[in-house]
């Protein structure tokens, strides 16, 4: 158990539909990172917040966005959803911004139809 | 763009055996990097780490190293078990922005 726990598990929806993702980073970790795995694919970075504010961006899509909280728990907002959308998201989180080991979440699984 | 590439895609090798996987990066001005295992099912792991200032670490059967001026380097695991197969992921991390680019995975199968 790396203490990365996401919600939900899996999640079924519908082509044009909006859900959100999320995670709860370990205790003490500042930074947060999303992560995109599509099938049979290596991990794509999407973004990273580090103490609620945004760090780092990468390949991530407009229809998706993402925030921290005072709480350090974050949050991917995925919309207008599309086929190809469907995948595993990955939430990660370290103690510093970048340069330590990341610990990964379980994952959840999203199945667009 | 930063990108970082990673051979072989699959490596089946016997137990005992050594397996190597390679990585070349992109950036020069990356200087973290590690390597991930993922088991199926479950999200990836940290199993060894190097940084820009090191040309190489080890622990125990698992080693990798780094050569800067190539921009590459290898992760080499000795008297390889079942278990240890899974699929691995090198990375690097770019200090212009923090980003951690992944490598597109090697799955590795281990032959009882």
């Known amino acids: 158990d790396s203490g990365v726990t996401q919600t939900p598990k899996h999640l079924i929806t519908a082509t044009g539909q909006r859900v959100t993702l999320r995670c709860s980073p370990r205790?003490?970790?500042?930074?947060v990172y999303w992560y995109q795995q599509s099938l049979d694919q290596g991990l794509q970075f999407l973004i990273q917040?580090?103490?609620?504010?945004?760090?780092a961006k990468g390949n991530i899509l407009e229809r998706f966005s993402a925030q921290q909280f005072p709480d350090l728990h974050s949050e991917l907002n995925l919309s207008s959803l599309e086929l190809g959308d469907s995948a595993l998201y990955f939430c990660?989180?370290?103690?510093?911004?970048?340069?330590?080991?990341?610990?990964f979440g379980p994952g959840t699984r999203l199945t667009v139809t | 763009g930063e990108n970082v590439e990673q051979h072989p895609s699959t490596l089946s090798v016997q137990e005992g055996d050594s397996a190597v996987i390679k990585c070349t990066y992109s950036d020069s001005a990356s200087n973290y990097f590690p390597w991930y295992k993922q088991e199926l099912g479950k999200g990836p792991q940290l199993i060894i780490d190097?940084?820009?200032?090191?040309g190489e670490k080890k622990d125990q059967r698992i080693a990798v190293t780094l050569n800067k001026t190539a921009k590459h380097f290898s992760l080499h695991i000795t008297e390889t078990q079942p278990e240890d197969s899974a699929v691995y992921f090198c990375?690097?991390?770019?200090?212009?922005?923090?980003?951690?680019?992944f490598g597109a995975g090697t799955r590795l199968f281990v032959k009882a």
């Open positions: 205790s003490g970790d500042l930074s």
């Open positions: 990375a690097a991390v770019y200090t212009g922005g923090f980003k951690t680019i």
């Open positions: 190097i940084r820009s200032n090191v």
């Open positions: 917040y580090y103490n609620g504010e945004e760090r």
């Open positions: 990660a989180s370290s103690t510093s911004l970048g340069w330590d080991e990341q610990y």
